[in-house]
Nanobody, 118 residues
């Protein structure tokens, strides 16, 4: 069973930075895509950033220029470096992984809370 464990969330002032981590229970090479999503209170879950197995990245417009996603294949960990944080970035951030060829299985972490407030 795949397990994704997020960490690194917390309370930060506007303009501050956080780095989120997503540790996978197995090799991240087994996933053909991974990503970060977030869900703010009363809103739908939305994509923040994603990366495919060939390294192609995709960022939401709200994340471009401020957030950077990376992965450490040896540690089986996905990261999200978030800079210049804004109050509207406040949300629960979830790690997601996709595996499969003809059909996909999706896996989610438990989420980590990010609160941007002065």
């Amino acid at each position: 069973q795949v397990q994704l464990v997020e960490s690194g969330g917390g309370l930060v002032q506007p303009g501050g930075s956080l780095r989120l981590s997503c540790a996978a229970s197995g090799s991240i090479f087994s996933f053909n895509a991974m990503g970060w999503y977030r869900q703010a209170p009363g809103k739908q879950r939305e994509l923040v950033a994603s990366i495919t197995s060939d390294g192609t990245t995709n960022y939401a417009d709200s994340a471009k220029g401020r957030f950077t996603m990376s992965r450490d294949n040896l540690k089986n960990t996905l990261y999200l470096q978030m800079n210049s944080l804004k109050p509207e970035d406040t949300a629960v951030y979830y790690c997601n992984a996709r595996r499969g060829i003809l059909s996909y299985n999706y896996y989610w972490g438990q989420g980590t809370q990010v609160t941007v407030s002065s």
